[in-house]
């Protein structure tokens, strides 16, 4: 703990010399790229596979479906999903799809429920996926009913989040190992799992991931594509970043740090004058402000490369932890969120969807991430790794 307490001050502490001398930790070199990685059917097929089909990507926060029978769906890349607290306390998650004749099983976003039961011939299923009853089942004869419980994927709980691999084929999950031991011990220490979900939305927007998980990692849009927002209060263009070979994380400093500049802050901490953002290979940019968190998720539609779905969850501490009466801090969220979502709506959304529109022109040209886009450069080379 003390250890990374003060090797994050040590890193707030690069970052205020970065903003000193104008310069930002950076890459080692330029990296070319095309327009076909966001446009291409056959890319989007092999990133369905090679990467959520292959690894732990996150769903929702485990507070979103605190009891059992507590479940939420949502569309995966590969399979359309049903994630369901269990009496055990535990979380699994199976493919939304009835095994008789393939009705989709559950139509509600979430709920809560003591069994799934299919709206077409009425067969239910438990919690734990297996096939309870089969209506009428005198007349329907003879099957073997093992067989016939909900496709499982693999599903793991860890730091809060409730963690799947889009693949039924998959490998048992392993979420530790796959966050590697740094990342893994940074997430340990943020006490996730004690925080609360207070919020979370999905928007279906005519963007590639890839161009959304890349405007969520980048530092040096930040003045000029949110000049009177985000660009008010947080220095564009600077960075003190860690590689970590998957995940990656760096420290940006905020305005209010601008009263360090020319005197020395000694010892005082200065944890509350940045964010710190984590990149959580494949898919998810995980903020840390200081006093909440934001995570943002970026998924592949289904078929469509052009088409991305993004999750957005604001996660901060119980109102019994947080020293502030009901009323006071449901309004304090409730505002923190409506300003995050207009600074999404008014201002990254219209340019990314542009993006990608202009993305699909004929002749395209190539383009070129900076040394100065450290996360961006990790989560190509990532992806890329990935898919090779
Ligand atoms: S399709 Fe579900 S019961 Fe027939
Ligand atoms: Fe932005």
Redo the contacts with the bound molecule.
Sequence with gaps: MTQSIVSREARIRRALEHLRGQTTDEYDEVTPFGPAEFTDPAVAARERDRVFGRVPSIVAHGSELPRAGDFVTLQLPRNRVIVARQRDGGVKAFVNL?R????L?EDQEKGRCRLFS??????SYDLDGSLRTI?LDSTFGEVDRSGLGLVELPCEERHGFVWVIDNAEATDIDVAAWLGPEMDGILGEYDLGGHLCFQAEGFDEPVNWKIMQDAFLDGYHVQYAHPNTAGLHIHTNVMAFEDFGRHCRFVVPRKSIDRWLDEDPGDTPLGRYVTETHFLLPNSTLLRQPDHFELLTFRPHPTDPDRSRMEMRLIVRDVAESGLDEQKWRSRWEKNWKILLAVLHAEDFPLLRASQAGLASADAGGMVLGRNEVANQVFHREIGRLLS
């Design positions: 009835c008789h004749r393939g009705a099983l299919c709206q077409y011939h009425r067969w209506t």
